[in-house]
Each structure stands twice: as C-alpha cells, then as structure tokens.
C-alpha cells in the first residue's frame, strides 16, 4: 500500500462542512467518492482539520493508503475530474507511511476575509463576511494581540465543541485593511469549534466603537462564552495553511492573494 497527500481547496458555500455525513453532501463524502472511482477500490481519507458549513480552504490537506498505481501528476488530473467545480486537488505527493495529516500537523492559519461597504455586495456572497459599519483597524489589531500566546479560549467556544481542551496555543492575530476589505488572520496549534469566527464576532465589534480595545483580555479571561459577540457568518473563513514537524515537506497552498485578487496585504 502506498499513501498519499493531497492538497485541496474548496469553496465550501454549497456543502455542509467537511466532515462525511449520512445526507452525503460535505467535502469529503464528494472527495472520497472521486477517489475511490479513479483509484478503482473504496478510499477513506484524513484531513488536517475539519471546516464547517459554508467554510472555505485554500491549504486542508488529506491523506489516504491506496494499492493503485498512478503517477502524482495522474492522481491530480483523475480526480480532479471526477470532482464539481467547487473542489479542486492542487497536488499530489508519496508519502511515508506513518504520515498523519492531522496529528502530524504542528499548526493551522485561518484568514477571514471582511467586506466593509454600507451595502452589501452580489459579487462577495458566501466569499467574505459583511459589515456596513466603519470599523477602526488599529484597535482591532492592537485589541488582538492579547490573544498570543497560550490560553484557555472557552469564551470563544461552541457550545458543542468536541475538543478535549479549550487551552491553545496561538502565534499570530492579525488585523489588517486594504481597500474596502479587513482580513483577520490566526495562526494556532490547533482551533476550538467556532474559535476563528467568534474571535472576528469579539473584534468587529471593538472596531465598531461598541466595546473598548480591553473587552478582548476581559473575555480571554472570564472563559465565559454567554459574554462574548455573537458567532460571525461562515462566509469569510479561510483554512489557509497547515504546516508540518521537522522533516515533513510538501508543496504550498495558493497565496490568498492569488485567489481574491481584490485582497492585498
């Protein structure tokens, strides 16, 4: 048996999240069903971390064991194929056979993509996040910081999070402007469920004047989710990068840039 990575990126507007269900309408029951007609035999596949409904990926990468023999350019055009527009394979690589693509995995970066303009946008629907209220960026960001570092992120917790520990530790939160457009990034070892957009939810509304820069660390540590802004719109949300321990190389997802030109740092 040989296993293989794959990079894989997806517009997660029409699918309700990652994970396999019994409906069969999430990213991986299409993407297992493509796999398992081109390598000929079922094929069942692990992700680096699961998205939900609505949720978009520049960088999940999956893993999967497979008796077929195709070559790496083979497997990116054969399932590709087999696939709908709103998924697409970006590479294909052997790897050893102790590759995990979850627990090997040491970090993940989520973006979030915000459009601020006092009427919403057709063109932006299920892409970015919208708010109609100016907001101030360097508070945002200044408030963020705050977050670096080792927490317990329970007031940004879903109430039905399965994760073991709500305690993570985060490396980068970012809060930058270009044009009509605030993109949030996080970087962390690993997210509780929601974490990403309630963190968005928390800062949209420093950024609006509604609360003090200060609210954030309040939050951070009051743990208590109930206080909290409310869970923002899946819309914007972005996986946009795994990375790897030591040792484990592969390609790079898509810049963000290079998918929503109308972004640049």
Known sequence: MTRIALGVQY???????????????TVQDALEAALSRFADHPVRVACAGRTDTGVHALGQIVHFDTGATRTLQGWIRGINALLPASIAIGW????????????DAVSRTYHYLLLVRPHRSPHWVGRAGWTHAPLDVDAMHEAAQVLVGTHDFSAFRAS??????????????????????????????????????????????????????????????????????PTFMPDGLYLARVDYRDGIVLPDPPSFTSIHAGFAP
Not at 92 to 103: K, L
Request: proline share 2%; net charge positive.
């Open 11 to 25: 517009d997660g507007s029409d699918w309700h999240g990652w994970q396999s269900q019994l409906h069969g309408k």
């Open 92 to 103: 294909s690589a052997e790897v050893d056979a102790a590759f995990d693509a979850r627990f």
């Open 160 to 229: 039905e999070c399965q994760a073991r520990t709500p305690v993570k530790t985060l490396s980068i939160a970012s809060v930058r402007r270009s044009g009509d457009f605030v993109c949030f990034t996080f970087k962390a070892s690993a997210f509780v469920q929601h974490m990403v957009r309630n963190l968005t939810g928390a800062l949209v509304a420093i950024g609006r004047g509604a609360k003090p820069r200060a609210w954030l660390g309040e939050l951070l540590a009051g743990r208590d989710r109930t206080v909290s802004a």
